[in-house]
């Protein structure tokens, strides 16, 4: 069996064939840290904590990595209002993205690039396109022309034939689709900026908004990737633009899959403040009990599937989840010593069942059906005494397993449970220690700043390396 994903760039499903084998290099749109992140940003999330799960799960090594936008519009005109600067601000809540990451059992990515961090090699960017004459320079701002780029709008399905090309003079980060115009690559320092600006060859300003996911998904990833994931609404303007610059750039293909998850809508309206429907991980999660319920509603819910969050589906999924964990109690109430029957063949279908689904662009709905049939059908054995412990052992193995992809049965700090590495950030501690020992300290350092990308920070101590979430 192989692995289908529908490609929004084709609009087809379409059987998954890594660039390199064995590795995905996996590229995510993070989040802007102006604000809390609301449950619709955590419904992304969670659908890339899914992918990458799941393509593990299957024998991939993904290389994952997660921008933290901490600089466009909407953080300017906060460090504006509140008289902040811009580190105190976007601190705070990245910060706090991660305490939510972490509350909701996402696995962290390999990479989270700031775009503060990037300026030089968005500059460097931005100057081959003005060179290659795919961008030129309007009133201090730099502007990328769409008409050097013929397939431009191909991702978002646009016809641009009629467009007005050119400079608009709005400076903006998003626009409506039926705005399409040259957008804005670096944008000259305006009074109301503030302090936030950079000196550069372009000029005095700041990268727009579109910008560091080219450059970040480069130069980490390569010229070439094999998956980009986002919401729905950032396939225009903000993917389709990164298609531009980047192929602009490399003269290559910048994604071979683009894979966008559906909205959540709040009591059957979009969610937005003026609503006063505008609901963070923070506003529903009081327990961890809702954080396992939240993420069982993610993923037994198909990506691509828009659904409506309300206090009656969240309390739909938190009896599941206690369903299920009762399930795992019974399990390990059974005391039988042998002569059950073999559950084997229900695991079996269960386990075909699953993969088979999920190998389907992810169908988790499908998959989670062929769990609940095992789960029914072992119910029954249990009530009838037909199980016995290694039989109740295996079931529950196999629900371990699957939680590798789902990631719902977990603990937080808060009910008892302490947050655990991957094993593969594991190793790199236990290289980091080796390589201090070895006195090779470009190579500790740079283990170092990987962790801190991924917000922790590494202490040295006398017993070694420890950890903790910065």
């Known amino acids: 069996m ?4 529908y490609n929004s760039l084709t609009r087809e499903k379409e059987e998954f064939k890594e ?3 064995g590795r995905v290099t996996f590229y995510s749109c993070g989040p802007t840290v102006h604000d809390y992140s609301h449950i619709g940003n955590f419904k992304t999330f969670i659908v890339f904590d899914l992918i990458k799960r799941y393509l593990t799960y299957r024998g991939y ?6 921008n933290i936008t901490d600089v466009d ?3 300017i005109g906060k460090v504006r209002d509140e008289e902040t600067t811009l580190k105190a601000l976007t601190e705070r809540y990245t910060a706090a993205f991660f305490e939510d990451m972490e509350t909701l059992n996402v696995l962290p990515a390999d990479r989270y690039p700031r775009a503060t961090d990037h300026i030089p090699e968005m500059v460097e960017m931005i100057a081959r396109m003005i060179e290659d004459g795919h961008a030129y320079v309007h009133e201090g701002s730099v502007y990328f022309s769409i008409r050097s780029f013929p397939s431009y709008g191909e991702l978002a399905q646009l016809d641009v034939s009629g467009l007005q090309a050119g400079a608009s003079g709005v400076d903006t980060d998003k626009y409506d689709k039926e705005d399409a115009r040259d957008f804005v690559l670096w944008k000259a320092w305006k009074p109301e900026d503030g302090d936030v600006f950079w000196k550069t060859d372009l000029g005095t300003g700041r990268p727009g908004w579109h910008m560091e996911c080219s450059c970040m998904s480069i130069k980490y990833l390569g010229e070439t990737i094999d998956i980009h994931a986002g919401a729905v609404d950032l396939i225009f303007p903000h993917h389709q633009n990164e298609i531009a610059q980047s192929e602009a750039v490399t003269g290559k293909r910048f994604v071979n899959y683009w894979l966008h998850g559906a909205h959540i809508n709040v009591e059957d309206e979009k969610m937005s403040k003026s609503l006063r429907n505008f609901l963070t991980v923070r506003d529903i999660v009081s327990s961890p009990d809702d954080a396992r319920a939240f993420r069982y509603l993610v993923v037994s819910n198909h990506y691509r599937t828009a659904f409506n969050f309300s206090k009656e589906v969240l309390d739909a999924a938190r009896s599941t989840m206690r369903r299920l964990d009762n399930f795992r109690r019974r399990l390990g109430e059974v005391t039988r010593s042998g002569g059950g029957e073999d559950p084997e063949p229900l695991l079996e279908t269960a386990h075909e069942g699953f993969v088979r689904h999920m190998d389907d662009d992810l169908n988790t709905p499908r998959a989670m059906s062929a769990v609940f049939g095992m789960v029914n059908a072992a119910d029954d054995l249990i009530r009838d005494g037909r199980l016995d412990r290694d039989g109740a052992r295996s079931i529950d193995g196999f629900l371990d397993e699957i939680d590798q992809v789902l990631g719902v ?5 808060e009910d008892g449970g302490e947050e655990e ?3 593969e950030l594991v190793a790199l501690i236990a290289e980091r220690d080796r390589a201090r020992k070895e006195r ?3 190579r500790a350092d740079e283990i170092r700043d990987r962790f801190a990308e991924m917000g922790y920070m590494l202490e040295d101590t006398p017993e070694g390396t420890v950890w903790k979430r910065s």
Request: zero cysteines.
């Open 73 to 75: 519009d909407n953080i």
């Open 421 to 423: 590495l991957p094993g």
């Open 2 to 5: 192989s692995i289908r994903f």
């Open 440 to 442: 090779n300290w470009a």
């Open 61 to 66: 090594r993904v290389d994952h990595v997660m």
């Open 19 to 21: 660039i390199e084998p």
């Open 409 to 413: 049965f977990f603990t937080t700090p």
